[in-house]
T-cell receptor, first 116, second 119 residues
Framework: DTEVTQTPKHLVMGMTNKKSLKCEQH?????MYWYKQKAKKPPELMFV???????INESVPSRFSPECPNSSLLNLHLHALQPEDSALYLC???????????????FGEGSWLTVV | AQKITQTQPGMFVQEKEAVTLDCTYD???????LFWYKQPSSGEMIFLIY??????QNATEGRYSLNFQKARKSANLVISASQLGDSAMYFC????????????????FGKGTLLTVNP
């Protein structure tokens, strides 16, 4: 079983809604990530938090807003999304410093998002 | 140029047989890491195996082994004794060391290979 837990598993939202995706890990990891994955494509990096600070924003539109309340939790707040934002959103975590080559990134089960 | 190339969009294998999934990579870094992930239709991305560029021996994890040929820049995944539960998408990924600037946070994925195990 994965040690990165994501909720909800499935989410359907309208373009005017505000919703959040949640992620939790209990492995003591200090780096957490959000990835977006469209059907039949590899995951694409969105955000990276290192020691609870936003380190990387891969030019993601502002309708996606990440938040890291503490070292175990990561949220992704969604507002005014478009149908093309429908995708699988994967949360992930890794140990310690981002510069360690061998730091494996562990993923959660993902949240399937549909924007209608 | 693609950093990670997986040339097999789909592969079929009979249950209990071995299968090799191909992965070639492109980097000018001396230090890098190679990863394989499995993604069933449920969506979870499952870490399978890791190979560091300085590791002299091929990595193995249970039924998974990584055939690392550094000179050829290939890192093929070998699954022995295939099981029906091995049917999934498999992604090869690379993390490079960029000590001269920038961070190596990014895991670059290939396009994936869809493996189907037939009974």
């Amino acid at each position: 079983d994965t040690e990165v837990t994501q909720t909800p598993k499935h989410l359907v939202m309208g373009m005017t809604n505000k919703k959040s995706l949640k992620c939790e890990q209990h492995m003591g990891h200090r780096a957490m990530y959000w990835y977006k994955q469209k059907a039949k494509k590899p995951p694409e990096l969105m955000f990276v938090y290192s020691y609870e600070k936003l380190s990387i924003n891969e030019s993601v539109p502002s309708r996606f807003s990440p938040e890291c309340p503490n070292s175990s939790l990561l949220n992704l707040h969604l507002h005014a999304l478009q149908p093309e934002d429908s995708a699988l959103y994967l949360c992930a975590s890794s140990q310690g410093a981002l510069r360690e080559i061998g730091n494996t990134i562990y993923f959660g089960e993902g949240s399937w998002l549909t924007v209608v | 140029a693609q950093k990670i190339t997986q040339t097999q969009p789909g592969m079929f294998v009979q249950e209990k047989e071995a299968v090799t999934l191909d992965c070639t990579y492109d980097t000018s870094d001396q230090s890098y890491g190679l990863f394989w992930y499995k993604q069933p239709s449920s969506g979870e991305m499952i870490f399978l195996i890791y190979q560091g560029s300085y590791d002299e021996q091929n990595a193995t994890e249970g039924r998974y082994s990584l055939n690392f040929q550094k000179a050829r820049k290939s890192a093929n995944l070998v699954i022995s004794a295939s099981q029906l539960g091995d049917s999934a998408m498999y992604f090869c990924a690379m993390r490079e060391a960029r000590w001269s600037g920038g961070s190596n946070y990014k895991l670059t994925f290939g396009k994936g290979t869809l493996l189907t195990v037939n009974p």
